[in-house]
């Protein structure tokens, strides 16, 4: 049985503005939550254990239409077939590898010695299985969802928000501006840097120009990002890009 909430998934990867999304999306009043829960959605208790999650954290937005989570790693997975709630809008995000690997590995170097991911080799091999992972999940439900690249959340923001203000039919548009909540900057809620917590986008990404990428491991992402961003666009029912956007029919 529906307990009367939508849905908003967003698939992704680390690195690629998803808790800037998140705040974006969680800051409306239409929507509740906006952090990493580190659930899975592959059963029909699922949603009641999400709420109850958001209930003991910041609590469900009086009004609110939709609940919100977004899952980054192979081992929080999404069946929404079997979920049985009124309405499930998924989103499919992607960043380049480039800066998304050398974001990952300076991350993980921050947080200590003997990290996974501090490592480039470790990094590119989360990132090019979780690219696969995302594109497989998108060629078994063709036109079940939204696409956008990562970058036109910092780099164009004024033609990606109306555009999902639009697919969600909110009753406001969505704003560059955001709140702040109880878990934001937390570990394992999402991005835990000072720029998170400033409330609005930022246009300016760091360069990461002291992590050095072996070539052919750069190289072999490339490749792999470019074959799981061409399948996932082919079957999207709308997506935006560094280009137009487009919607299929």
């Not at 910092?154 to 639009?166: K, N, S």
Request: glycine share 8%.
């Amino acid at each position: 049985m529906s307990d009367g909430y939508s849905r908003i998934f967003l698939l992704s990867h680390m690195r690629a503005f998803t808790s800037l999304a998140g705040h974006i999306l969680g800051s409306h009043p239409q929507i509740t939550g906006y952090y990493e829960m580190h659930l899975s959605y592959e059963d029909a208790q699922a949603p009641a254990r999400q709420l109850a999650l958001l209930a003991g954290t910041d609590g469900l937005k009086p009004g609110s239409r939709y609940v919100f989570d977004k899952l980054l790693h192979d081992d929080c997975r999404l069946l929404p077939e079997r979920l049985g709630v009124a309405d499930t809008k998924i989103l499919v995000s992607l960043r380049e590898p480039g800066q998304t690997i050398r974001s990952i590995v300076s991350l993980f170097r921050k947080k200590g010695p003997g990290e996974p991911y501090a490592a480039p080799a470790a990094a590119a091999r989360y990132y090019v299985e979780r690219l696969g992972t995302l594109a497989a999940f998108c060629e078994a439900r063709p036109g079940g969802y939204w696409y956008y690249d990562a970058q036109t959340l910092t780099g164009a923001p004024d033609r990606l928000l109306p555009a999902l203000t639009r697919w969600l039919a909110l009753d406001a548009p969505l704003d560059e501006r955001y709140e702040t909540f109880s878990r934001t900057g937390l570990a394992r809620s999402g991005d835990s840097s000072s720029a998170i917590r400033s409330g609005r986008i930022s246009p300016a990404p760091s360069d990461y120009a002291d992590v050095a990428l072996p070539p052919e491991l750069l190289d072999d992402a490339r490749t792999v990002y470019r074959d799981c961003r061409r399948r996932i666009l082919n079957l999207a029912i709308e997506s935006l890009t560094d280009g137009p956007a487009t919607q299929k029919s």
